[in-house]
């Protein structure tokens, strides 16, 4: 469809982009400008698959089925004595010389058969056997002294014991053979144990020895004339048993391998950055096209080849040594594609501005050859491995190969280090940043690494220097995969946490949560995810030293489905799904809470100080529910969980005994509502507006906007000036002062008639006038009045007083400053003369 793009009827008939360009599987000089050959091409790829499909859904081999015992059979008591018997017998062999790793490979997956089965019977068992023991818990202990019991209970204790004792013994026997289970598997890890260590010790002759080289040649005449009589015998094996039907499902799943790969190469190919480097790339663009560029260059092109190779090996068609070597090409092969596709992802040779680490391009591409030709190596070692195993060859042979290629993998680890360090000078002096290769410690373990692949095959060691240089690349190889893995995950977590990510935005929008809030639960989950990728990478590290991930796991299942401590039993997913079952509650309640405080009560008639008691207490409530049926669903008693609080209490209570109180005080606050969210109250010298009562202390808003915690103990204990605790109606009083000169009935109508014509001012009670005193220079009037809002005393006093002056200076009445009589005992004779209008003695007759 690529070439009939431009054909004319095509783009008329609006089918120019109907198909992508890949669908065109002929080769470009055979390419036309026509329509009929493109449909020409279409279908016979469509008839090929169909063809395959057809010729394997005929196969026999297809359609038998396969039945057999499933792990949902219930077993049989008896069957666990042979379980025991088949534990000895294991025991006994791993005393025994020469026990091989393929056997003891084979032993503990037996083992570990035998002990899931006994965990399996355990766990069906003990409900059933808790069931009626507590149902003969209930009956009480049996009299004694052979003291009459009612028939009925006697008969009822004597069915209870009849059903509880097989279960009982079914119970104790898959106990004691996951007990034996246990113990032969550590006998038979310890036997693996030593194995790798003596073949890791095990000394022969230096890789430069000219006597190995000579044998080795002497040798591979054999090994040759052993292949090819396997390629025969191979070949005479296909010719029996590979059928038209064979054929035809190996062609259906190589097609349908084909298109899914090209297809989600090509899908995969938009995202794994643009060719224009001349923008900047953000950092977390940078590591989703790296994980891109791995996927699309190791994961796809892997699963297109296993999956038609599985397809072909499922059909039974190749001989067991044949098969082991079509295994390991396989793999071989495999194990390339995935080095190039990390190459790929890290390195980015072809965009320099999407590249993860910054290196020039000719560095990133040496790097890339010598890495991707250090995996090949690696793959030919196995493949040679395989063949020394089939064909039974010398150890000269094995050797020599092993040997050979961990040098060779040294010495281009080696040039890679150094052109790493040369990229980290270039790149210091430029102020770039090269990568993980700044890790001190990968630079400190490589190197001695490197020293033991080199040094034993120096000195005969050829084992122990294989053994380190394929797991030096293997470790590469998984801290590259898990260090892109994490870089993209925390990338990814921030963008969407961080403000103006989409998650932060939805949890802003649907929860109220802060935007620092979401952010900080991204943080968490990529720490905590991160603290998961590097432990699954240490384990994969440390498979090769003997870490047996099989009983790891293992120990994670039965650690997950629950552990026994005294009578409480202990499940890690039943308290996980207890956590999620609380904030899931919690939630529920503030999204109550929340439509309580916004959308209902202010609807209703109540006061704002009742509103808030009740969304307070309806957030306890919910508090309260979620953590009892938490609690609950961890498989935690109640009861228990009250004995020991109470225990606790007792000592407790002294070290949190203001805590305590504070708390009980809070909700005597919220019960007996003295004081109440909105109130102006006065406290220990503090005066303002109660914003919040909350478990431990009361927020109190100050006029001057300040915020004063209260504890809530204080607003019990001590005396509380409240202005509008029943009500918000409060008096005010103005003291007015005039002159002795002034109509003292004139002052009080002309102030009653200024407070009367203020609208804020109520008219029952009325306003009243005072005349209070006789003062020293004034007298003294008060004016009081009522407001129906005593927050508005302030406005409602200052407006007055401009009233009154205003209107005072229009009457004609003053407003006199004080006056005092001031009595001189003593003057100096000067001062007095000067006082009296006279001058100083001997400064006056002159001037």
């Not at 995950?489 to 998650?503: A, C, D």
């Not at 300040?706 to 000036?721: E, H, K, M, Q, Y």
């Not at 029952?764 to 220079?777: A, K, N």
């Amino acid at each position: 469809f690529e070439s009939c793009r431009g054909h004319q009827s095509c783009r008329a008939a609006g089918i120019a982009s109907a198909a992508p360009a890949w669908f065109d599987l002929t080769p470009r000089w055979k390419r036309g400008t026509g329509c009929e050959r493109m449909r020409l091409i279409a279908g016979r790829m469509f008839l090929w698959l169909v063809l395959g499909l057809m010729l394997a859904w005929g196969s026999p081999a297809v359609s038998q089925t396969q039945t057999g015992a499933t792990s949902g059979q219930k077993v049989e008591p008896n069957i666990f004595d042979g379980f025991a018997l088949r534990l000895e017998q294991i025991a006994t062999a791993l005393n025994r010389e020469g026990v091989s790793s393929t056997e003891l490979t084979g032993y503990r997956d037996e083992i570990l058969s035998i002990q899931a089965k006994a965990q399996a019977e355990i766990t069906s068992v003990q409900p059933k056997l808790d069931e009626v023991n507590a149902r003969l818990s209930q009956l009480g202990d049996p009299p004694e002294n052979d003291a009459d019991e009612l028939e009925e209970v006697a008969m009822q204790r004597e069915l209870l014991n009849r059903q509880k004792a097989p279960l009982d013994s079914s119970f104790r026997r898959a106990k004691v053979v996951e007990v034996q289970a246990g113990q032969t598997l550590d006998l038979v890890e310890t036997r693996q144990r030593h194995n790798f260590t003596e073949r890791l010790t095990a000394r022969s002759q230096s890789i430069l020895a000219p006597l190995l080289w000579s044998e080795f040649f002497a040798d591979l005449p054999q090994v040759l004339s052993s292949l090819k009589l396997l390629l025969a015998d191979t070949l005479h094996y296909l010719q029996q048993h590979f059928s038209l039907a064979n054929a035809g499902l190996l062609l259906a799943s190589v097609i349908a391998s084909f298109f899914v790969w090209r297809m989600l190469t090509r899908y995969l190919e938009r995202f794994a950055g643009s060719r224009d480097d001349t923008a900047e790339v953000s950092s977390d663009r940078k590591a989703a096209a790296a994980l891109i560029r791995f996927v699309r260059g190791a994961i796809l092109p892997v699963l297109a080849i296993i999956i038609p190779y599985a397809t072909f090996r499922s059909q039974g068609v190749l001989p067991p040594r044949a098969g082991s070597l079509a295994d390991s090409i396989v793999s071989a092969i495999d194990t390339v594609l995935i080095y190039r596709g990390l190459t790929q992802a890290y390195l980015a040779s072809r965009r320099p501005a999407w590249r993860i680490i910054r290196l020039e391009t000719s560095t990133a591409l040496t790097i890339s050859s010598l890495v991707i030709l250090a995996a090949a190596f690696v793959a030919i070692d196995r493949v040679m491995s395989t063949i020394g195993e089939i064909t039974f060859a010398p150890v000269s042979f094995e050797a020599a190969t092993s040997g050979l290629n961990a040098m060779i993998i040294a010495v281009l680890i080696i040039v890679t280090l150094r052109r790493f360090a040369n990229a980290m000078h270039k790149s210091e002096t430029a102020g770039a940043e090269v990568g993980f290769m700044r890790w001190p410690i990968l630079r400190v373990l490589t190197w001695p690494a490197l020293a033991i692949v080199i040094f034993g095959g120096l000195f005969g060691f050829l084992s122990l220097s294989s053994f380190a240089a394929i797991q030096l690349v293997g470790a590469i190889l998984i801290i590259g995969m898990f260090r892109l893995f994490i870089v993209v995950v925390r990338q990814m977590i921030h963008k969407v946490t961080s403000p103006g990510g989409s998650l932060n935005a939805l949890g802003v929008r649907e929860f109220s949560i802060s935007e620092s809030t979401t952010h900080q639960i991204g943080l968490l989950i990529a720490g905590v995810a991160q603290v998961i990728l590097v432990a699954l990478a240490a384990a994969m590290l440390l498979m090769p030293l003997g870490f047996d991930a099989t009983r790891w796991i293992n120990w994670i299942q039965n650690a997950a489905s629950g552990f026994q401590i005294g009578d409480v039993r202990i499940s890690p997913i039943a308290i996980i799904v207890a956590i999620v079952v609380f904030f899931v509650l919690l939630i529920v309640t503030r999204s109550l809470r929340g439509w309580m405080e916004n959308t209902y009560l202010p609807a209703t008639n109540l006061d704002p100080g009742l509103r808030n008691s009740i969304s307070t207490a309806v957030g306890y409530i919910g508090l309260f529910v979620a953590s009892a049926l938490a609690i609950s669903y961890a498989g935690f008693d109640l009861s228990k969980l009250a004995i020991i609080a109470g225990a606790l209490s007792v000592g407790i209570g002294f070290g949190l005994q203001s805590v305590v109180s504070n708390f009980v005080s809070g909700l005597i606050l919220l019960a007996e509502r003295p004081i109440k969210a909105g109130d102006w109250i006065i406290v220990s010298g503090q005066e303002g507006t109660v914003r919040k009562i909350s478990v431990r202390a009361t927020e109190i808003e100050t006029f001057d906007r300040a915020s004063v915690i209260v504890p809530n103990s204080d607003l019990i204990s001590s005396t509380v000036v409240n202005w509008t605790h029943s009500n918000t109606l409060g008096r005010f009083s103005i003291p007015v002062d005039v002159s002795y000169d002034s109509d003292p009935e004139q002052v009080r109508d002309l102030l009653l008639q200024i407070v009367n014509d203020h609208p804020d001012v109520l008219s029952y009670p009325e306003p009243r006038v005072f005349f209070m005193d006789f003062g020293s220079s004034s007298l003294d009037f008060r004016v009081d009045g009522y407001l129906k809002d005593i927050g508005m005393t302030l406005v409602v006093r200052s407006a007055l007083r401009f009233t009154i002056f205003k209107r005072f200076k229009e009457a004609g009445i003053e407003i006199p400053f004080p006056q005092s009589d001031l009595h001189l005992r003593s003057v100096d004779p000067d001062a007095a003369v000067v006082l009296s209008g006279g001058s100083p003695s001997g400064k006056g007759g002159a001037e």
